[in-house]
């Protein structure tokens, strides 16, 4: 019995070492066949492969997204970013080369296909808002019209109703932005930021009651430019929503710049509402007035009266630079559209809680404004 057990363990042996042979011999002929393989075809295509078309689209991105050094997403990534401190940067983007940071933008539509330098055939001048419930729809169409493919038109719309706006073909090409029961300053605020639309040469900010018969957008501009006009309005017809004298056409001239007003209300010939002023229904800035006028605009006096009185502070000379234009003029409709949208409270109309709060704000901006004055002087001992 333990001689056999004996010549049992023996021939185990020799058949492991029999296996281990065969096995290192075949990896050995494996290697030398896939070698002989690989010599034979240097190089496969891979369109010459039968591979499934989703296979080949995500092969494509993948070697797409090697920059030109050949170097991957991967390499990319792992590469040591130099330190940057750039000071003059605009605020937040100290850290970035100079070469990268984009500091201004604008409201070109932009295609979501293509080459990018192919998406504007045409780079508009101008922009034109207007703040808009869809009541206004007829009104705003026959304005409209009256731009040329220089002014890009951009809705502001307060009863959320933007979508409506498709029925008309121009409205594909216009900007709308929508927030319920928001006026025109409120937008400005929020929208209107100088470096947004630091790409238009003027901006136009209008309400929707304004008749534009007698109107022509690019005539206007000539004579803004010809005139010297940073901030400027058309002339509003005598006999339509007339307040100031100042904004009243007269029929024997291109431009006004100054007036004559009720005794006792201009203390000087050259300041409002005498001279260097417009009205907030129809303005037109500069793109050099707007930046200064935009950090004025305050974020919850959202109906912007006395900004007229104030907007001379933001050119200079202002009662040279401020004008009516009376060769091309507007009608005020006086639709209280926008005072529709009040709430109606303490036995109130709408319209009127809306009205109390434009004489309120018109208070407390003449505040503020005194306030800001007096601690700046007040730094220099002049207060």
């Not at 070469?99 to 508009?124: M, Q």
């Not at 109606?344 to 306030?371: D, T, Y």
Request: with cysteine.
């Amino acid at each position: 019995m333990h001689i056999k057990m004996a010549s049992a363990h023996r021939s185990g042996i020799v058949k492991r070492s029999n296996d281990n042979a065969r096995l290192i011999m075949t990896t050995i002929l494996g290697v030398v066949f896939g070698f002989f393989v690989g010599v034979s075809f240097p190089s496969v295509s891979i369109a010459k492969i039968n591979l499934p078309s989703r296979l080949i689209k995500s092969l494509d991105v993948s070697f797409s997204e090697r920059d030109a050094r050949g170097k991957s997403l991967e390499d990319v990534g792992s590469q040591k970013v130099p330190k940057i401190y750039v000071p003059t940067n605009p605020r937040g983007a100290e850290f970035l080369p100079p070469g990268i940071v984009v500091s201004e933008t604008d409201l070109y539509l932009r295609r979501l296909w293509g080459d990018p330098n192919g998406d504007l055939r045409k780079k508009r001048k101008y922009l034109v808002t207007f703040t808009v419930g869809f009541d206004q729809k007829d009104n705003i169409n026959a304005a409209v019209k009256k731009f040329s493919d220089d002014f890009q038109i951009l809705l502001f719309h307060y009863d959320g109703r933007a979508s409506e706006w498709d029925e008309f073909k121009w409205s594909e090409s216009t900007v709308h932005v929508s927030a319920p029961k928001q006026t025109k300053w409120w937008y400005a605020k929020r929208f209107l930021h100088p470096d947004v639309v630091a790409a238009y040469d003027y901006i136009f900010i209008w309400d929707e009651d304004l008749g534009l018969e007698h109107f022509n957008a690019v005539k206007y501009m000539e004579l803004v430019k010809k005139h010297g006009l940073e901030i400027s309005q058309p002339g509003l017809e005598p006999n339509n929503g007339l307040t100031w004298e100042m904004t009243k056409r007269r029929g024997d001239r291109e431009v006004h710049k100054e007036t004559e007003e009720k005794p006792g209300w201009c203390s000087d010939p050259h300041l409002p509402p005498c001279a260097a002023f417009v009205e907030i229904m129809a303005p037109v800035f500069s793109r050099d007035a707007w930046r200064c006028v935009w950090y004025m605009i305050q974020n919850d006096l959202v109906h912007g009266w006395g900004l007229d009185f104030a907007l001379r502070r933001c050119v200079e000379p202002a009662h040279e630079k401020i004008g009516v234009v009376d060769s091309q003029w507007i009608i005020h409709q006086v639709i209280p559209s926008l005072g529709n949208q009040g709430k109606a409270e303490n036995g109130k109309a709408p319209w009127e809680g809306v009205r109390e709060r434009c004489k309120s704000e018109w208070a407390q901006f003449q505040n503020r404004l005194a306030n800001a004055d007096r601690a700046y002087l007040a730094q220099f001992g002049k207060a």
